[in-house]
């Protein structure tokens, strides 16, 4: 099931400086998108969503872009510091309530 | 802050034996799911619940599964004859409409 993907397993960034992690998807019937953060023995933490509807969401240091017509999103973290270091999932939903998640990318912020 | 718990936190079975995992979701939510991530893999759906009965279901969750909401505060998945194959961490996860979901800590489940 690769209806969502995350190319790219790790990023690494210095602190202070911007963290872009990338999504893309297939399935146009989508219409949620989030991102969670997960610590390892942890579960999931919500970050930040967006409906398809907006093209953009901001809270606080992060940002998450939708391009709907490349089926593509990004979370940017500015400015990225070391507790940031974290697995970054992306998710989808489409009208329902199952999440197809990425596999995920492993981001680095080194102090 | 309200959170969803899960007990325990780590299961070793053997295998064909029966295991229930608990969870107790956010306390106003409606919507309840588990998902589970074997490891290396990618976290996937199993089902999800509302309104006292299952609203989706995924091609994992077979027979062998079953999910109940027992009383007011706890929802449990069952599986009836574990395999080797059901080893992975299992969450679970609970929402107050179709948005954003908010994911326990995880039970490890280690089949033997």
């Known amino acids: 099931d690769q209806q969502v993907k995350q190319n790219s397993p790790s990023l690494s960034v210095q602190e202070g400086r911007i963290s872009i992690l990338n999504c893309d998807y297939t399935?146009?019937?989508?219409?949620?998108f989030l991102w969670y953060k997960k610590y390892p023995a942890e579960g999931p933490t919500f970050l930040i969503s967006i409906s398809s509807i907006k093209d953009k969401n901001e809270d606080g240091r992060f940002t998450v872009f939708l391009n709907k017509s490349a089926k593509h999103l990004s979370l940017h973290i500015v400015p990225s510091q070391p507790g940031d270091s974290a697995v970054y999932f992306c998710?989808?939903?489409?009208?329902?309530?199952?999440?197809?998640f990425g596999a995920g990318t492993i981001l680095r912020v080194k102090s | 802050e309200p959170e969803v718990t899960q007990t325990p936190s780590h299961q070793v079975t053997q295998m064909g034996q029966e295991v229930i995992l608990r969870c107790v979701p956010i306390?106003?939510?409606?919507?309840f799911y588990w998902y589970r991530q074997i490891l290396g893999q990618k976290v996937e759906f199993l089902v999800s619940f509302y309104n006292n009965e299952i609203s989706e279901k995924s091609e994992i969750f077979d027979d062998q599964f079953s999910v109940e909401r027992p009383d007011g505060s706890n929802f449990t998945l069952k599986i009836r004859s574990t395999k080797l194959e059901d080893s992975a961490m299992y969450f679970c996860a609970s929402s107050s409409g179709l948005d954003e979901q908010f994911f326990g800590p995880g039970t490890r489940l280690t089949v033997l």
């Open positions: 306390s106003n939510h409606l919507y």
């Open positions: 399935n146009s019937m989508f219409d949620y």
């Open positions: 998710a989808a939903s489409a009208g329902g309530n199952k999440l197809v």
